[in-house]
């Protein structure tokens, strides 16, 4: 059965948790979010399409892997399948990090640190949340200026050794 309030609380704890994971990516890897935080001050829409032909190439590999792994069980290609999607997702969490931290900088510039991360995250969520604009325009251009941002750094630092 349907219960509005366990509904509401459900929301609450999921963006309180999100907003916690966050600043704890900022916390255990500090030095790598100021990198891709920067990433982001140099350029928005270089990362957007850098984001997005990546995300397809993740996504993309991580499907085929899966579909040649199908009905074979647990294998060497299934294992690559989720080794991809987990590097994705570790990458797309640091951007996400160093994102809503540069958010909380720009709407809230007389609040610094964890403050204005949570704050920024906070308006990234609430704003992907609204109908349509935010489920299909706000949230694919966030997460893909996040992770292109990621591989823009990765890139940066490969090429630096």
């Known amino acids: 059965m349907y219960r509005p309030l366990t509904f509401f ?3 609450v704890i999921s ?3 999100l907003l916690s994971l966050l600043a704890v990516f900022k916390a255990l890897f500090n030095e790598r979010v100021n990198k891709i935080e920067q990433a982001l001050n140099e350029g928005l829409a270089r990362n957007f399409w850098l984001g997005l032909v990546n995300t397809l190439v993740f996504i993309g590999l991580a ?3 899966t579909s040649a792994s199908e ?3 647990f294998t060497l290609i299934s294992v690559l399948a989720v080794a991809i999607l987990g590097i994705y997702f570790v990458g797309l ?3 996400l990090s160093a994102l809503s931290q540069y958010l909380g900088g720009r709407l809230f510039p ?3 640190g964890l403050a204005a991360q949570w704050r920024g995250g906070l308006a990234l969520a609430l704003a992907a949340l609204t109908p349509y604009v935010g489920w299909f325009l706000l949230l694919p251009y966030a997460l893909c ?3 292109g941002a990621f591989i ?3 890139v940066q630092d490969r090429r630096a050794r």
């Open 9 to 11: 609380f459900f929301a």
């Open 93 to 95: 969490t640091l951007g």
């Open 110 to 112: 007389a609040r610094e």
């Open 145 to 147: 200026l996040s992770f």
């Open 63 to 65: 499907a085929i892997l």
């Open 71 to 73: 009905g074979t069980g």
């Open 15 to 17: 963006l309180a948790s």
């Open 152 to 154: 823009a750094v990765a």
